[in-house]
């Protein structure tokens, strides 16, 4: 059985809530398929010692400021999957779940969504997937003689998991030094942090307000074609949230460069220096999940998606949402993602009114 409608927005996290919002005042035919089988996102899965970087009114989606969570000026991830439940159900949204998105094609004039409970037949689509569900490691030599455990980022929930372990933590952005900051400061873990250069901490004052306005004025800038401000990067890559400043100050969160390859019981450096470790998790960032798209052949050589704002170039009829500043100035977070849905929803307010089939 197909069913038919006007838009699927596949996603069912903040990108997702954010597009349903906007279509939601157009007036607009859609749905929501999501593959998780609760709200909340990517937020659901994260550890448990996460906060935001910003307080709960800088860190809201459209519509709606999130309310502020009690004792917590930053609020915590359990948090903010409960505000992405609340929002659904306030605007409600027409969220399938859990519908896991296997493919979208061309179909004469439509675009099929196959899933893996039916199809569906739309007029345009909205990708908001976001990255959590494609965890990028990197090919570094040994890591199939290494005996200990080796886990990402997305698998990675609390330091008492690694009590009485020797621990070594891959990466130099935030999730790196928060993971660090996180194990350095419980009793009995042997940590060792390695980066690929030394760590660059934003000044301590700086959080996410000040980070969303560095993106949104490095996009305005590349817009306007002038000068490139850089934006985020140009002011670090470690949000030294209290954790972070408090393990950096204390001297327990060094930074060593990276190895150069993995042995049996440990890590090696090109000098030949080793540590012995338990346990290797990788902080080592994400990739868009967009393999649903492979059908369209959207990708360039690099596998990017070129867009104009937030619409594929060779494919008017998909938009991409959350996926990075590609896809709108710091799209990827909660106070970004309303912006480029808003924008994504007019553009296809506009291709439906033209009379696309």
């Known amino acids: 059985m197909t069913r038919t409608v006007d838009v699927v927005v596949i996603g069912g996290g903040q990108s997702g809530l954010a597009a349903g919002y906007h279509l939601r005042r157009q007036g607009v035919d859609f749905v929501i398929l999501d593959a998780q089988s609760t709200p909340g996102g990517a ?3 994260m550890w448990d010692s996460l906060h935001l970087f910003s307080p709960a009114a800088f860190s809201s989606l459209p519509g709606w400021l999130m309310p502020a969570q009690s004792g917590e000026e930053y609020p915590d991830a359990g948090h903010v999957a409960a505000y992405l439940s609340q929002y659904e159900q306030r605007y409600q949204l027409p969220v399938q779940r859990p519908v896991r998105v296997q493919a979208v094609c061309r179909d004469g004039g439509r675009l099929r969504v196959e899933t893996g409970s039916g199809t569906w037949s739309a007029r345009a689509v909205v990708s908001a997937t976001g990255t959590w569900w ?4 990197p090919a570094v030599p040994g890591q199939e003689l290494f005996s200990g455990r080796q886990l990402h980022t997305v698998k990675y929930r609390q330091p008492a ?3 009485g372990q020797r621990v070594v933590v891959v990466g130099g952005g935030n999730s790196g030094a928060q993971i660090a900051a996180d194990l350095a400061t419980h ?6 942090w390695v ?4 760590p660059r901490f934003l000044a301590d004052d700086i959080d996410g307000r000040a980070l969303f306005d560095a993106a949104t004025a490095r996009r305005r800038a590349l817009d306007a074609g002038t000068s490139d401000t850089g934006g985020v990067a140009s002011l670090g890559d470690i949000v030294a949230v209290t954790p972070v400043r408090e393990a950096r100050d204390a001297g327990s969160l060094k930074a060593s460069p990276m190895f150069s390859r993995l042995t049996a019981d440990g890590v090696e450096w090109a000098d030949g220096s080793r540590v012995e470790a338990d346990a290797v998790i990788w902080c080592t960032g994400f990739r868009p999940a967009l393999s649903h798209l492979t059908p369209l052949g959207l990708r360039a050589a690099l596998g990017h998606i070129p867009t104009v704002g937030t619409r594929a170039v060779d494919e008017p009829r998909v938009h991409l949402l959350g996926y990075g500043d590609w896809t709108g100035p710091a799209s990827a ?3 970004g993602a309303g912006r480029p849905a808003r924008d994504a929803a007019r553009e296809i307010c506009a291709l439906l009114a033209n009379g696309t089939p």
């Open 333 to 335: 977070t909660l106070i």
């Open 187 to 192: 009793p009995g873990i042997d940590l060792t």
């Open 161 to 163: 998991d690694f009590t």
């Open 134 to 137: 494609r965890p990028f490691l």
């Open 43 to 45: 937020w659901q899965h």
């Open 195 to 198: 980066t690929q250069r030394p």
